[in-house]
């Protein structure tokens, strides 16, 4: 215990068995004894003194000697204790102790100075000090990274990471308006729904959903409402509601569902699905009005945690988080069939781009693309330490873009 380096002797201090001081060169050889410090409970080291804390006593000893040679009483309860010497102290100019070293991010120390760094997905400039975004306008996804408060931007062609200009917590969703490319973002603590550009620069959409908090969202490309299930603390009280995105209302189209998690919208043919995850967990279909709900897929101890939509073939895809499977169906529930398994993955959501499938696993620190009808894996992103849990996931290219 008490492990203490001296600048002055370059050595190692240590107390052993709360009693002997001993010390050794910084590689461990050389061990010394010096003295005995009884009921120490604090031990420091002043050029050629040893000092201890030993009830309401700092007593002082010379590194030679075997005894305490000065004590006196300071005040009751210390627990630690330092020495202040200005001619001892390390110049830290040009180090990262001072304004982090001017670096706008990492400041990455060394030992004559300090050099600047950037977090995943953006680039250090020319200044060598500040960070800037790279940011993608076309053929990219958007994913939340909840661990570290961060939107994330994956070009699907290069697998260059973005990070966005975008300061978020808590998100539970977040989804792209395809037509005018800007990002919706949810809390799940403050309840609010808020949009930001690509750049960062929020609009001024940001409204609450009031005793609910939107856990997922779909924007209908035809009128720009943004649909959402919502999840609330109150018994039989989450439901699936719709946004209007200039006036700021929101109006509740299906009641009493139980934990409602993704949705998709058909807009062509007025449909939305979404997702319950309970003990019994089940994928919903009905008219975007609310009207003609039913149950279409019944899974018993499943977690369907995303939802994907391929309109070229009238595919309905899912990833259920507790089996690690991706299955799809028909848009009605039939030929339901087991498309991959990734084992003890996590799934989380998925989205569709032409011949390929992207998800996102809470174990998995990338989004992993595969081929929509054979199931195997297509080489995309290797594992990134720097990532956290990643969750929400949206894509933009020149895809089909559903609409009505």
Not at 161 to 168: D, E, H
Not at 300 to 329: K, M, P, V
Request: glycine share 6%; charged share 20%.
């Amino acid at each position: 215990m008490f492990l203490k380096y001296d600048t002055t002797s370059q050595r190692l201090f240590w107390l052993e068995s709360g009693l002997l001081v001993k010390s050794s060169l910084p590689n461990g050889t050389d061990i010394k004894s010096h003295i005995i410090a009884s009921r120490a409970t604090d031990l420091f080291i002043y050029k050629d003194f040893i000092g201890w804390l030993s009830g309401e006593e700092i007593h002082f000893s010379s590194k030679t000697s075997s005894a305490s040679e000065v004590y006196f009483n300071i005040f009751p309860n210390p627990m630690e204790v330092g020495v202040f010497d200005p001619t001892l102290q390390d110049d830290l100019r040009g180090t990262c102790k001072i304004l982090n070293g001017r670096c706008d991010d990492i400041c990455i120390p060394s030992e004559t100075e300090s050099k600047c760094g950037c977090d995943i997905g953006l680039q250090l400039q020319a200044d060598q000090k500040s960070c800037d975004s790279n940011i993608q306008n076309t053929d990219f996804i958007i994913v939340s990274d909840f661990t570290h408060g961060r939107i994330l931007q994956i070009n699907f062609n290069t697998e260059e990471i973005v990070k966005l200009p975008i300061n978020v917590q808590h998100t539970s969703g977040i989804t792209l308006d395809k037509m005018t490319k800007e990002i919706i973002h949810s809390n799940s603590i403050s309840r609010t729904v808020q949009v930001f550009s690509l750049q960062g620069k929020q609009s001024t959409l940001t409204t609450v959903t009031g005793f609910a908090y939107a856990e997922r969202m779909a924007v209908d490309q035809s009128t720009g409402n943004i649909y959402f299930t919502a999840i609330s603390s109150q018994p039989n009280s989450s439901y699936v509601g719709v946004l209007h995105r200039t006036q700021l209302v929101h109006k509740i189209l299906i009641h009493d569902l139980q934990n409602p998690r993704a949705i998709v919208l058909y807009s062509a043919k007025g449909i939305l699905f979404w997702t319950e995850t309970l003990e019994v967990s089940k994928i919903g279909r009905a008219f975007m009005d609310g009207t003609s709900k039913e149950y279409i897929v019944t899974i018993s101890g499943g977690f369907l945690n995303g939802l994907a939509l391929d309109f070229e073939t009238d595919r309905l895809y899912w990833t259920d988080g507790q089996r690690n499977t991706i299955e799809y169906s028909d848009l009605d529930g039939r030929n339901q069939r087991v498309l991959m398994t990734d084992k003890d993955a996590q799934l989380v959501d998925i989205v569709l781009n032409g011949q390929f499938l992207y998800y996102t696993a809470w174990n998995r620190q990338r989004i992993t693309k595969i081929d929509k009808t054979k199931g195997t894996e297509v080489p995309f992103m290797k594992n990134h330490p720097e990532l956290g849990r990643l969750d929400s996931i949206d894509i933009y290219s020149n895809d089909i873009i559903d609409g009505n």
